[in-house]
């Protein structure tokens, strides 16, 4: 997604009154614009308990189009292409017999398309297909922007990045404080479970709005580099609308991340509750956390680029807590080490290499194993 949508996006906060006119007017123009990101991948998997795989994918090919009508009112949207192209296949079944997934090629996804009314710094409106403010990268997940080669574990199994639907938001922002506040089609309660929340999303697909989700975020970014933040979601999700089942979700975090004097650190913590636990697999609650740091050496070196090495730890586990009193036997509990180095050329072009360990742990009496990766990638936005 281009520059000025992120802009627009970050730029809300608590409501205070006075914006500047000029300020408004480089906001928003009548030009139609497009931009854009992407990003190819070469990943070798190395299981323990199995063979090794290696693999080339242009994982992600994303459009973005920006119109402004007015200096208040604009349209964004944002088309998504996933593994370079879309084919059908057939149904997987499971042991049970119970139809859970197709086994196709690629996806293609409108990740965002709303109509924006920016009414001041202060307060916008957005209503359309749009992303919750849930952590760091569900909003801005643009491959330049993090580290890593694919996105951390934690912004898939807790926050499950990229997480959209339709719905409505306000935004506004003053004096470096954000708020946003998102109403939207709720999660499908049925598929809460082991694996968290990640297959209850809807992707706006005539999306059952019986029981809406609402999320209110809150951010700092009155300090250079510096953004600090937190969340909270609710869903008192559908699990069987002729039964009359629901299952409530909370989803709670905590985030910060700077960028200043040649330092990069991340911290992402969140966790997810369940009230009926006895709806989604037994889990209680689902929780995880990473932290990154990295340091820019070109000052070192005599190459015109951004280079930066960086570690990362993560623990996520999407069944920490169940009623049998300790991780499912299908959950995701994963702990990760893994070190690094992203080379900038421009703040717009990336390439990466990262190397990790990956321990799986698992329940009833079944041993852990480690899963060794390398992955190199390439990306940019536009």
């Known amino acids: 997604m281009k520059i000025k949508m992120m802009l627009a996006v970050v730029s809300g906060a608590m409501l205070c009154?006075?914006?500047n006119a000029a300020e408004e007017d480089e906001f928003?123009?009548?030009?139609?614009?497009?931009?854009?990101?992407?990003?190819?991948?070469?990943?070798?998997?190395?299981?323990?308990?199995g063979d090794s795989d290696e693999t080339l994918d242009f994982h992600r090919f994303v459009l973005f189009l920006s119109h402004g009508f007015t200096e208040s009112w604009s349209f964004q949207a944002e088309l998504e292409l996933e593994h370079n192209l879309v084919e059908s296949g057939d149904a997987v079944t499971d042991e049970d017999g119970t139809v859970t997934d197709v086994d196709g090629k690629g996806e293609l996804e409108l990740e965002q398309a709303y109509l924006d009314y920016h009414?001041?710094?202060?307060?916008?409106?957005?209503?359309?297909?749009?992303?919750?403010?849930?952590g760091l990268l569900?909003?801005?997940?643009?491959?330049?922007?993090?580290?890593?080669?694919?996105?951390?574990?934690?912004?898939?199994?807790?926050?499950?990045?990229?997480?959209?639907?339709?719905?409505?938001?306000?935004?506004?922002?003053?004096?470096?404080?954000?708020?946003r506040?998102?109403?939207?089609?709720?999660?499908?309660?049925?598929?809460?479970?082991?694996?968290?929340i990640r297959d209850g999303r809807q992707k706006g697909y005539k999306s059952d709005a019986s029981e809406l989700l609402y999320n209110a975020s809150i951010n700092y970014t009155g300090l250079p580099g510096l953004k600090a933040g937190t969340s909270v979601s609710y869903n008192n999700a559908e699990v069987d609308e002729a039964a009359g089942t629901k299952n409530a979700m909370t989803l709670t975090e905590f985030h910060v991340k700077l960028d200043k004097d040649r330092v990069h650190g991340v911290f992402e913590v969140g966790n997810v509750d369940f009230a009926?636990?006895?709806?989604?697999?037994?889990?209680e609650s689902s929780f995880g956390y990473y932290v990154d740091l990295g340091y820019d050496i070109d000052e070192m070196l005599p190459f015109d680029a951004r280079i930066t090495p960086f570690v990362r730890w993560e623990d996520i586990n999407t069944a920490s807590s169940t009623t049998a009193?300790?991780?499912?036997?299908k959950s995701e509990h994963k702990s990760t080490w893994m070190v690094g180095v992203a080379v900038l050329p421009t703040e717009q072009i990336i390439f990466k290499?990262?190397?990790?360990?990956?321990?799986?742990?698992?329940?009833?009496?079944?041993?852990?194993?480690?899963?060794?990766?390398?992955?190199?990638?390439?990306?940019?936005?536009?």
């Open 17 to 19: 009154m006075g914006a």
């Open 28 to 49: 928003f123009n009548s030009d139609t614009t497009i931009g854009g990101y992407g990003e190819l991948h070469y990943n070798m998997v190395d299981p323990e308990s």
């Open 119 to 134: 009414a001041s710094s202060e307060l916008g409106f957005q209503v359309g297909v749009i992303l919750p403010s849930v």
């Open 138 to 179: 569900n909003e801005n997940h643009e491959p330049p922007l993090f580290l890593s080669v694919e996105r951390p574990n934690y912004s898939k199994y807790i926050v499950p990045t990229t997480w959209f639907g339709n719905g409505a938001a306000l935004y506004g922002d003053c004096e470096g404080w954000g708020y």
């Open 181 to 196: 506040l998102v109403v939207m089609e709720g999660l499908d309660g049925s598929a809460f479970g082991a694996k968290g």
């Open 276 to 283: 009926k636990p006895e709806l989604s697999d037994g889990v």
């Open 325 to 329: 009193g300790g991780d499912s036997e």
């Open 353 to 382: 290499v990262d190397y990790s360990v990956e321990t799986t742990e698992l329940k009833g009496g079944i041993s852990d194993y480690e899963t060794t990766r390398i992955n190199l990638g390439a990306g940019y936005m536009f």
